[in-house]
């Protein structure tokens, strides 16, 4: 009973997260600078007035100003480039 119970809650927290999972499309102006390669993007989760340690979210280097994050949860965010 108790393996039921604890797979049934595990289960709930699963869906629930998929369920509050967003997207968040973030967009900005180019850099100027001619010399520059590309754009890494950084996350931070927000409490309060406290951010967390910074993460880098992109594998390599991109050019676009548009970024996508895709399944986040119901916290605050923060980004930097």
Same mark, same amino acid.
């Given at each position: 009973?108790? /393996?039921?119970?604890?797979?049934? =809650?595990? $289960?709930?927290? $699963? /869906?629930? *997260?998929? =369920? $509050? %999972?967003? @997207?968040?499309?973030?967009?900005? @102006?180019?850099?100027? %600078?001619? +010399?520059?390669?590309?754009?890494?993007?950084?996350?931070?989760?927000?409490?309060? +007035?406290?951010? *967390?340690?910074? *993460?880098?979210? /992109?594998? +390599?280097? $991109? /050019?676009?100003?548009?970024?996508? =994050?895709?399944?986040?949860? @119901?916290?605050?965010?923060?980004? *930097?480039?």
């Amino acid at each position: 009973m108790k /393996t039921l119970l604890f797979t049934l =809650v595990i $289960f709930l927290l $699963f /869906t629930l *997260s998929i =369920v $509050f %999972a967003a @997207d968040v499309t973030l967009e900005w @102006d180019p850099n100027p %600078a001619t +010399d520059l390669a590309g754009y890494h993007l950084y996350q931070a989760a927000r409490i309060g +007035d406290k951010t *967390s340690a910074w *993460s880098r979210i /992109t594998q +390599d280097l $991109f /050019t676009n100003t548009v970024f996508v =994050v895709t399944g986040l949860d @119901d916290n605050n965010y923060a980004w *930097s480039l």
